[in-house]
Nanobody, 120 residues
């Protein structure tokens, strides 16, 4: 079992930045690929970004490519999502997820989510 706790969400003006964090206590964090997903009001959950266990591979949804950056610090058991040039359409609940495989669908373990609201 992997517990995931997101933080860093909030209210931000369009064009601004936020950094989300996801902490995963335990000694197995470094063996998991990590992903960020989001669910906007009235929409299906969608993939945002993912990173392999050793940060050797990352990939992004086209909608966030060039604006968002996923990273991880295995010494702190934490994965991050740096979000720049935010747009109102980025408003959603953002979820952190973990799985043994980078391209799993769906990921096995999920956090509770953190709200991001972008206003114009």
């Amino acid at each position: 079992q992997v517990q995931l706790v997101e933080s860093g969400g909030g209210l931000v003006q369009a064009g601004g930045s936020l950094r989300l964090s996801c902490a995963a206590p335990g000694r197995t964090f470094s063996t998991y690929a990590m992903g960020w997903f989001r669910r906007a009001p009235g929409k299906e959950r969608e993939f945002v970004a993912a990173i392999s266990w050793n940060a050797g591979s990352t990939y992004y949804a086209d909608s966030v490519k060039g604006r968002f950056t996923i990273s991880r610090d295995n010494t702190k058991n934490t994965v991050y999502l740096q979000m720049n040039s935010l747009k109102p359409e980025d408003t959603a609940v953002y979820y952190c997820a973990a799985d043994r495989l980078l391209y799993s669908d769906p990921y096995r373990y999920w956090g509770q989510g953190t709200q991001v609201t972008v206003f114009s």
